[in-house]
């Protein structure tokens, strides 16, 4: 008997190459949707630990006597200030594995000293933005007289005016809370020391502070690390650990802690330090900072988001008015344009009432620092062409053929050979195809931005 077969279905109508499509697209669609996704979590990510370090961050007021505050230029001038104290912003002393990193002593070592300042200028239009260093040796009067002091060393205001309100309070026999006392006599140090530069540099508006303790530098070059940097000779020192490679190096925060500590060789280099080559190091570090946090890997890792987040807390201070996010945004629009960073001038070092000093013409550094506030003149590119044919035209070469664009500082040809020195704890990377250098052979040339500054 017959048994009747089921129909066949007709043949599928799409082709490998049809259904291989509909796969990727179908992949595609998912992989869109999971990046949205993921972006989504690390803006909510973002925004938690930005709300939450503007929660808990140390903050204190400042004023200007005799400045207009009132009305917004546009402009923006944030005081940048490193400290040599060895403990948080509580006054509490850092862990055991931190000192050791540090190479600096213990609690009971340093101060409230102001180490590092530098003022950082952002232009109204963001272009090019600079950073203008002052040598914590310059030798200046003091904003109030604190304790007594009219001159002393531009870093000291800060110490001699936390010392001065404590003892003001003590004297009052209504001590408030001691932890309430610290960070009052701290706010007061803070506010001679911002006082003290702008008096310096021409009773110069300052908008905001960032205010760094030394463990917080540690904490933030752990956070990112590597940090990439470029000396021009290997060199060693007992003090600050400093052991390096001549040329290109990516250095772990330990290191980065002697490169920027580093202000004499006890190695036998015969490389001559002063503190001017110190302040010279710390720049090439924020160089190399920026470098790291322009990469857009650093900060979507969590992990590097949390460690900067506690160094934040524990390190940090900025003043009451200071928007963390805001000023990120406006960061950004600067990281496009590139910073420049300018050191203040010396005449000469000195001896003052047996302390070793800088001293300088205040009348010159104001000249110097109002020329680097002053806005950008528009260029006319019509102008510039009309004059580069004249010139031409002459026979005369123009200024950039006859000088050179970069100003007469070294170029990146001028590079020392990474890797001259092999025992150095730093990588050097001698590959050939590292990022750009430029050499800076003196403490006193301007460090451009776009490439990697090579420094003593």
């Known amino acids: 008997m017959h048994t009747p077969q089921r129909p066949s279905l007709p043949p599928t109508t799409q082709s490998p190459t049809t259904m291989s499509s509909s796969r990727r697209r179908r992949l595609l669609v998912t992989l869109a949707v999971a990046l949205v996704l993921v972006l989504a979590i690390i803006a909510v990510f973002a925004a938690f630990i930005f709300r939450h370090v503007d929660e808990n961050i140390t903050r204190s007021e400042f004023d200007l006597p005799g400045i207009d505050t009132a009305e917004d230029p546009g402009e923006m001038n944030v005081l940048i200030m490193g400290l040599d104290s060895r ?7 850092l862990p055991d594995d931190v000192y050791q990193a540090l190479h600096a ?9 102001a180490n590092t300042l530098i003022l950082l200028h952002l232009p109204e239009d963001r272009s090019q933005a600079v950073g203008i260093s002052i040598p914590r040796d310059d030798y200046v009067e003091l904003a109030g007289a604190p304790l007594g002091v009219t001159h002393g060393k531009v870093k000291e205001a800060y110490g001699l005016a936390l010392e001065q309100r404590l003892e003001e309070l003590r004297a009052t026999g209504e001590i408030p809370d001691a932890d309430e006392a610290y960070q009052e006599a701290r706010a007061a140090g803070r506010q001679a020391q911002i006082e003290t530069v702008s008096q310096l540099l021409g009773d110069v508006r300052i908008d905001h502070f960032v205010e760094v303790t030394m463990g917080g530098f540690f904490h933030i070059a ?14 060693e020192d007992l003090y600050s650990g400093a052991d390096f490679a001549a040329g290109v190096q990516q250095l772990d925060a330990e290191q980065a802690m002697s490169f920027v500590r580093q202000r004499r060789d006890t190695g036998e280099s015969g490389v001559f330090l002063t503190d001017l080559d110190r302040s010279r190091r710390q720049q090439a570090f924020l160089v190399g900072l920026a470098n790291r946090l322009r990469d857009t890997e650093t900060l979507t890792q969590p992990k590097t988001v949390t460690s900067l987040v506690d160094a934040t807390q524990s390190s940090v201070a900025l003043d009451a008015e200071f928007e963390l996010l805001s000023f990120l945004k406006v960061a950004k629009e600067v990281s496009d344009h590139g910073l420049e960073f300018v050191t203040l001038p010396i005449e000469e070092f000195g001896v003052v009432d047996g302390s070793d000093v800088n001293l300088v013409d205040v009348d010159e550094i104001q000249r110097i620092v109002a020329g680097l506030l002053a806005p950008a003149e528009p260029v006319d590119e019509t102008d510039e062409a009309d004059e580069r044919g004249e010139a031409n035209a002459s026979g005369e070469p123009d200024a950039d053929t006859a000088e050179g664009a970069g100003g007469g500082a070294p170029t990146a040809s001028d590079t020392p050979d990474p890797g001259a020195h092999a025992e150095s704890d730093g990588e050097a990377l001698d590959d050939g195809s590292g990022p750009d250098v430029e050499v800076y052979e003196s403490w006193d040339q301007p460090i451009a931005a776009g490439a990697i500054p090579c420094v003593n």
């Open 222 to 235: 752990d956070a990112v690390q590597p940090i990439e940097v470029c000396l021009n000779q290997a060199t």
């Open 87 to 93: 403990l948080d912003q509580n006054g509490e002393a």
């Open 105 to 113: 002593g213990g609690a009971d070592d340093g101060g409230y000293n």
